[in-house]
């Protein structure tokens, strides 16, 4: 069965530093890949999604994501947080085929620091 | 602009009162489902609708039922609600490569 872990349950960094949010993935093939944020008492927004090609994708509020076959990894990545950053952060993914739904790791909390 | 409305937001009602949550996605997607959002559980999938007069289980279905008359339209029913259905709950369609758009969200809180 397909799986999505997200090793690190909370994450706090200071303003101004860069970010990485870990996320390991478990499929039978490669899947559709995709980070979301959820602000304090709102939806979930996607922020960026891996289809195929460039492994390296961009996405909104200056995030980015590297896809890595062999590590089975989804990585998401930001130069420079800010305090608005402040979220929760879910990984998930989605088969290629048929209409199954998306399998969302548990989040990662990211608490920003003056 | 594209977007899954819910409604109400925030829903506070006793036990056993039937309630039914409003969702609505103005993309002409065929594939819409529910969620609820639990404390260390992550994202649980209630049920999901591939097309009008299309419904299946999820997750989590148990005391829950959902209807799809409509393709924009995905309502959740509660027919007879108790504490441990207090959550947040989650509409979202399913557009292009599995590309899920979530609704706001609805907090219900069950006494």
């Known amino acids: 069965a397909q799986s999505v872990t997200q090793p690190d349950i909370h994450i706090t960094v200071s303003e101004g530093a860069s970010l990485e949010l870990r996320c390991n993935y478990s499929?039978?093939?490669?899947?559709?890949l995709f980070w979301y944020v959820q602000s304090p008492g709102q939806g979930l927004q996607l922020l960026l999604k891996y289809f195929s090609g460039d492994t390296l994708v961009q996405g909104i509020k200056g995030f980015e994501a590297e896809f890595k076959r062999s590590q089975s990894s989804f990585n998401l990545r930001k130069p420079s947080v800010h305090w608005s950053d402040a979220a929760e952060y879910f990984c998930?993914?989605?088969?290629?085929?048929?209409?199954?739904?998306?399998?969302f790791g548990k989040g990662t909390m990211l608490l920003v620091s003056p | 602009e594209a977007q899954v409305t819910q409604n109400p937001r925030y829903l506070i009602t006793v036990t056993g009162k039937k309630l039914t949550v409003t969702c609505s996605q103005n993309m002409n997607h065929e594939y819409m489902s529910w969620y609820r959002q639990d404390p260390g559980l992550g994202l649980r999938q209630i049920y999901y609708?591939?097309?009008?007069?299309?419904?299946d289980k999820g997750d989590v279905p148990e005391g829950y039922k959902v209807s799809r008359k409509e393709k924009r339209n995905f309502p959740l029913i509660l027919e007879s609600p108790s504490p441990n259905q207090t959550s947040l709950y989650f509409c979202?369609?399913?557009?292009?490569?599995?590309?899920?758009?979530f609704g706001p969200g609805t907090r219900l809180t069950v006494l």
């Open positions: 998930a993914v989605g088969a290629r085929s048929g209409y199954s739904t998306l399998t």
């Open positions: 609708s591939m097309n009008v007069e299309v419904t």
């Open positions: 499929y039978g093939a490669t899947p559709y």
């Open positions: 979202a369609s399913r557009g292009d490569r599995a590309t899920q758009y």
